[in-house]
T-cell receptor, first 110, second 111 residues
Framework: EAQVTQNPRYLITVTGKKLTVTCSQN?????MSWYRQDPGLGLRQIYY???????DKGDVPEGYKVSRKEKRNFPLILESPSPNQTSLYFC?????????FGPGTRLTVL | EDKVVQSPLSLVVHEGDTVTLNCSYE??????LLWYKQEKKAPTFLFML????IEKKSGRLSSILDKKELFSILNITATQTGDSAVYLC???????????FGTGTSLTVIP
């Protein structure tokens, strides 16, 4: 089944404790992206990647890192999470602009 | 500043009604406009529009783009309770392949 998977689905952590949210797709898509969704602000793009080893900043990249060492994986790294990074995070991969979204990761930073 | 604005923010209708959702945008180097449906989980793709005046249709849903006036509408006819969701509009910018989303329209269909 074609899909985008994210792990973990839920995470509660404390300020400053480094974490990684994994994202994997099995559709051989070149384009992958990370979004955060907050009430009243909608989906905002954090980082995106056009292909392996090619990443670029979206609208809200501060406090996040990404890497794209393999085509299928695009992890999101929070080196020192802060409470304002509490949000619902979506990974997506796309083929000709039709984005397929992962199930989301709900992150709470205390 | 690039932005996408959707209206109304929320809408409550009865089954069988027809609704029109609006999306206006100001995005540098427009490439495409996309509509998604989000039902308390991940957004799912509905339509992609790139050319003005050409209607895209899927069952009871249809959408059209006006690149001169910088807006799109999503129509849903004969609404059903299963249409209850948040409808998101997104615009892709040509430079860098960035996507800009609106805050969505929350549609509730009452039986």
């Amino acid at each position: 089944e074609a899909q985008v998977t994210q792990n973990p689905r839920y995470l509660i952590t404390v300020t400053g404790k480094k974490l990684t949210v994994t994202c994997s797709q099995n559709m051989n898509h070149e384009y992958m992206s990370w979004y955060r969704q907050d009430p009243g602000l909608g989906l905002r793009q954090i980082y995106y990647s056009m292909n392996v080893e090619v990443t670029d900043k979206g609208d809200v990249p501060e406090g996040y890192k990404v890497s794209r060492k393999e085509k299928r994986n695009f992890p999101l790294i929070l080196e020192s999470p802060s409470p304002n990074q509490t949000s619902l995070y979506f990974c997506a991969s796309s083929f000709f602009n039709e984005q397929f979204f992962g199930p989301g990761t709900r992150l709470t930073v205390l | 500043e690039d932005k996408v604005v959707q209206s109304p923010l929320s809408l409550v209708v009865h089954e069988g009604d027809t609704v029109t959702l609006n999306c206006s945008y100001e995005v540098t180097n427009f490439r495409s406009l996309l509509w998604y449906k989000q039902e308390k989980k991940a957004p799912t793709f509905l339509f992609m529009l790139t050319s003005s005046g050409i209607e895209k249709k899927s069952g009871r849903l249809s959408s059209i783009l006006d690149k001169k006036e910088l807006f799109s509408i999503l129509n849903i006819t004969a609404t059903q309770t299963g249409d209850s969701a948040v409808y998101l509009c997104a615009v892709e910018a040509k430079d860098g392949n960035q996507f800009y989303f609106g805050t969505g329209t929350s549609l509730t269909v009452i039986p």
